[in-house]
């Protein structure tokens, strides 16, 4: 199995386009997390200049790892990417959580209980990084975009072998969500009788 995990950061706040629409927002850096048969991988990363060198790695997964991925990052990466990037087979942890707890809980304190590890910024400043443009500010926004993705990784990989993952309620309560990350089974295909 070819997996990918990504996460995209962008170049405007959404108080700044129309209709809320994440598809004007702009991609400042993709980053990508890809592994086969679940070895080692690589991280590579890709400015919006360099973006088309990246739907190759794309279009040869067979699960594409995100989160939040379904709302936000695929509609922000739509203006640059093939019309089959969509319909690629996207894994979105998010939207598994929700439907498993019932409301949306952050990739940060799913991370915190579950990882015992934080997100290293925030995506205000990786905006603030990409319209600052200096040397130091775009490493930054790429070692952020970097570390997300492999917060993403360890996440899903946990969530895949224990069958759950934890976050830290209102109540300062930890709980346990029950997802199931797995591979859909195969179903059998049915034969046709000769007879």
Known sequence: ?????????????????????ASKLGVSV???????NGKDGEVRSFWEKDLDKAWEIFQKADRIIGF????????VLSPYAPSYFSKL??????AHVRESQGKRVSLDALAKATLGM???????????????????SLEKLKKYCEADVLITRDLYDFGLKNG???????W???????????????????????F
């Open 89 to 94: 087979p996207h894994f979105d942890i998010l």
């Open 30 to 36: 993709l980053s990508l997390y890809f592994r086969e």
């Open 164 to 170: 759950y993952v934890k976050f830290v309620d209102f």
């Open 118 to 136: 934080s997100k290293t910024d925030t995506g205000e400043n990786a905006i603030l990084y990409w319209q600052k443009g200096d040397r130091e």
């Open 172 to 194: 300062n309560e930890t709980r346990e969500v029950k997802v199931d990350f797995s591979y859909p089974k195969e179903k059998p295909i049915a034969q046709t009788s000769f």
């Open 68 to 75: 939040n991925s379904i709302n936000f990052d695929v509609p």
């Open 1 to 21: 199995m070819f997996e990918v995990v990504f996460d995209c950061e962008t170049q405007k706040f959404f108080d700044t386009v129309e209709e809320f629409d």
